[in-house]
């Protein structure tokens, strides 16, 4: 019996293995690697600047600041005025109150709620040069500013803030929360019952004590927004315990959009990455805070200017009146984390 004829390998045919191709293009690349490698750093990279103003780019001053830090105390101020931003209207007739309004983001998300058309309350500590900087901007963009200074950590106070928001402007419209404690820990035993206690009545009871007095206020088309933060997503080796509180304020963000959505309250979390304000240099030591935000890939912290106006978005019922529940990374890296 005659055997049928095998068929031909690509050895035969063309004279190469079948691997053949594929080493050659390892070789191709490997060659540019090596390339690469032997120019060494010859451009170092730089921060990634893709708004309509250049933004400070480390290093930073190697400064660190008494808690709870004040931004007039800072040798470089953080950018809140956001220049270039215009107002429309969007919240035009509203009442926002924002707690740790007096800087950072807090001050920023103000200043741009005012410049939409809302009356702003300002919730803060005891940081008054702060609190009285912020108010001199809000009306400077033609609205009311009214400060209230005390500890969200205290239920009756947070009570009493918004009691004297409606007594002031007579409605309130959108809570932000914003207030915040922070303080790195090099090991879980560092955490003391103290600073545990302060950290988590501060960044999330205060968060639900706050909600709770608002919520009978707030009417249909009224939002609650929560400034959580990317370690609240993927964590922080020496932030544990401040970590914990924002994946708590992003849960409970999810919690509460559930349990409102029927009285028509938006409510959502911001995430932000490392950002300029007056809690880094009020935790960090100065050497650390002098490359605060190089790890991103953008290579730089964020200004609260380039935050705020997704405070707007959110707050806005013509911007985002079907968006309830959503947790927003503003990081400066690819994919939020």
Known sequence: ????????????????????????????????????????????QKAMQAG??????PPFPEQHLEKPGLEAQMELKPRFYAPDY??????????????????????????????EGADVAIVYLDSHEDAEETRRHVEKEGRECLLVAGDVKDSKFCRDAV????????????LVNNAAFQLH???????????LEETFRTNIFGYFYMARAAIPHLKQGSCI?????????????????????????????????????????????????PVWTPLNPADKEPEVVKDFGKSTDMKRPAQ????????????????????????????GSVGGI
Not at 52 to 57: D, L
Not at 185 to 195: I, N, Q, S, W
């Open 1 to 44: 019996m005659t055997k049928p004829a095998a068929k031909n390998t690509p050895r035969e045919s063309g004279g190469k293995e079948p691997g053949d191709k594929q080493r050659e293009l390892q070789r191709e690349q490997d060659r540019k690697d090596e390339a690469k490698a032997n120019r060494g750093s010859e451009k170092p």
């Open 52 to 57: 309509t103003r250049q933004q400070p780019e």
């Open 86 to 115: 215009r107002g429309s209207g969007k919240l035009e007739g509203m009442v926002a109150l924002i707690t740790g309004g007096d800087s950072g983001i807090g001050r920023a998300v103000a200043v741009l709620f005012a410049r």
């Open 163 to 174: 009691e004297k928001t409606l007594s002031r402007f007579d409605r309130l419209d959108i």
């Open 185 to 195: 820990a090099h090991t879980l035993e560092d955490v003391t019952d103290e600073r």
């Open 225 to 273: 927004i929560n400034s959580g933060s990317v370690v609240g997503l993927r964590g922080s080796g020496e932030l544990m315990d401040y970590s914990a509180t924002k994946g708590a304020i992003h849960a409970f963000t999810m919690s509460l959009a559930s349990n409102l959505v029927d009285k028509g309250i938006r409510v959502n979390a911001i995430a932000p990455g």
């Open 304 to 331: 609260p200017e380039e935050l705020s106006p997704a405070y707007v978005f959110l707050a806005s019922p013509v911007c985002s009146s079907y968006i309830t529940g959503i947790v927003l990374p503003i990081t």
